[in-house]
């Protein structure tokens, strides 16, 4: 019944009164990205939701699209703005996914929505993680977020999926809290961003 019901009532609600509550955040965080990034606030891309279905996650653009001699994208350090450091840190880069989450697109608790490319590399277990709604933050992230690896994330996203419940939530979202006022597990180690998924990472046990 909660995952079925309760839960999609509390992200409507909550989702609403957070997106009012941290409109000056927004504003403020549209205004200074439109300067540091020539006017492009926004970062759109296609990501699986529930059951693997395409959706389009909207979150604030926190690096700039330089590109090397040869067109390619630069490093993620380098193209990462003074500004999308700072919105970066504060998470305040997330909180344009709260209209994924009216939308019904994804949960405010939930694993977290990764790359269309990774679908075809996932095993039956690891797939298992879009069995719900992924989230703006869930069980991986407050265990570790971009600082840990790919096997014990997916065993933590299997872990939610196996366990998901009212507490959990709740659990997961005050110490969402604690990690965004710590300002830990950003980046993963000597990047900014987590390394990418290659099909390694075999998830054969549940985290607890």
Sequence with gaps: MYKLFFKRAIDITVSFILLVVT????????????????????????????HGK??????????????DAQGNLLPDDIRLTAVGKLIRK????????LINVLKGDISLIGPRPLLMEYLPLYSP???????????????????????TTWEKRFAEDLYYVENVSFLLDLKIF?????????????SGEGTVTMEKFKGNGEVTSVEK
Excluded: C
């Design 23 to 50: 409109l000056p955040f927004t504003l403020l965080a549209g205004v200074l990205l439109a300067f540091a990034n020539n006017g492009k606030i926004f970062f759109i891309q296609q990501r699986p939701g529930l």
């Design 54 to 67: 395409p959706f389009h996650i909207v979150k604030f653009k926190t690096m700039n699209d330089k590109r």
């Design 90 to 97: 504060t998470s305040v880069d997330e909180l344009p996914q």
């Design 125 to 147: 277990l690891q797939a298992r993680r879009h069995e719900v709604r992924p989230g703006i933050t869930g069980w991986a992230q407050v265990n570790g977020r971009n600082r």
């Design 174 to 186: 005050f110490l969402t809290i604690i990690k965004i006022l710590k300002v830990e597990g950003i």
